[in-house]
């Protein structure tokens, strides 16, 4: 089971190429498609999510996609499902298996992600299903006192069980402790709260013995709140992004795939462009849901004639990011 996992988890994060979240739950994605003018039925998520799947050329710059649970089970126009679809392009299927988040009793202000009672069964039935990797997403707040030490303690312990079951299981997990961008505070602020939830993560990954070579993880930049009054560059964003991973993550994780948590999309690939003139042990590439999908979803609007128009504007935005990970340099240290 390591050495397949390990296999995948470099296989996601190849030179070159990142990882496409399209794994919003039903309710998000029809919110998504109700604000896009579409109507939010199970057709058109299935629909909206064949377009992304089927983008010609996807595999020149996606390495796997990560879907939810019910488009796991849907299928392509053609019959295929869409693991199969995704498999016979060189794509590698992802399946998000947390539950959600929710208000945790005890914290005030916090939540914790859900979806570990039943978690082997279910992981089981995934990889039958024929995922490849799986998602799991931490929510971290940051405000006057927050996040409180037990808050980030549950989040990063949950995270842990998870990614020792996905292992167990011969699923490689994606461990995603996202320190939201909502707020006034500062870039600083972000790196102090994010190098502190990934000392918890790395602890705990550790107390579980999740092999770090065989997982991914997806992480915030760090960057300033979305309500702070100035915005750094590129360059800032990338110090203080690769200072603060080199401070924290072992030498032997697979690598580092970041989300973009709601920057405009060209902020994002300007950040991960920036990154990639640092030297690090492991390669820094995207696992991006809305800075990809956006603009497809808008030139798609719904409409069948509309699907490649929503496809090449989904190709561009993944070109770009490809485009920005293929500057990177990698040494080992320490
Ligand atoms: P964003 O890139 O839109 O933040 O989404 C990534 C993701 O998978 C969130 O869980």
Redesign the pocket.
Same mark, same amino acid.
Do not use: P, Q, T, Y
């Given at each position: 089971m390591t050495s397949a996992c390990r296999q995948v988890a470099a296989r996601m994060v190849a030179p070159g190429k990142g990882i496409l979240?399209a794994?919003e739950s039903i309710g998000t994605m029809s919110m998504r498609l109700g604000k896009a003018g579409v109507e939010p039925s199970e057709e058109n998520r299935r629909g909206y999510r064949e377009l992304l799947a089927t983008t010609p050329g996807l595999a020149d710059g996606v390495s796997g996609i990560?879907f939810c649970d019910e488009t796991l089970r849907q299928r392509l126009s053609d019959g295929r499902t869409f693991a199969d679809g995704l498999a016979a392009a060189g794509i590698l299927p992802g399946i998000k298996v947390d539950t959600g988040t929710t208000a945790c009793p005890g914290l005030p202000g916090e939540t914790i992600t859900e979806g570990l009672d039943g978690l082997a069964g279910r992981l089981a039935e995934y990889a039958q299903l024929g995922a490849a990797f799986a998602?799991w997403?931490a929510v971290i707040r940051i405000g006057d006192d927050l996040p409180s030490e037990a808050g980030v303690r549950a989040n990063a312990h949950a995270l842990a069980r998870y990614a020792a079951a996905c292992q167990q299981a011969g699923i490689v997990p994606i461990v995603?402790p996202?320190v939201l961008m909502d707020g006034t505070h500062s870039l600083r602020r972000c790196a102090q709260v994010t190098t502190r939830v990934h000392h918890a993560v790395i602890a705990e990954l550790a107390a579980f013995s999740v092999d770090p070579a065989g997982m991914v993880l997806?992480p915030n930049m760090i960057v300033e709140g979305a309500s702070y009054p100035e915005r750094s560059t590129p360059e800032q964003v990338a110090e203080a992004t690769v200072n603060g991973l080199l401070s924290v993550l072992p030498n032997d994780l697979a690598g580092v795939a970041f989300?973009? *948590? *709601?920057q405009p999309a060209e902020r994002a690939t300007a950040n991960l462009a920036a990154m990639q003139a640092h030297r690090t042990p492991w390669p820094l590439t995207f696992?991006? *849901?809305?800075?990809l999908v956006n603009v497809a979803l808008t030139a798609w609007a719904g409409d069948a004639g509309r699907v490649p128009a929503g496809q090449s504007a989904l190709a561009e935005r993944v070109a770009a990011n490809a485009e920005a990970v293929r500057g990177r340099q990698r040494v080992q240290t320490g």
């Open positions: 979240a794994d990560i998602k997403r995603e996202e997806k989300l973009s *948590g *709601g696992s991006f *849901g809305r800075a």
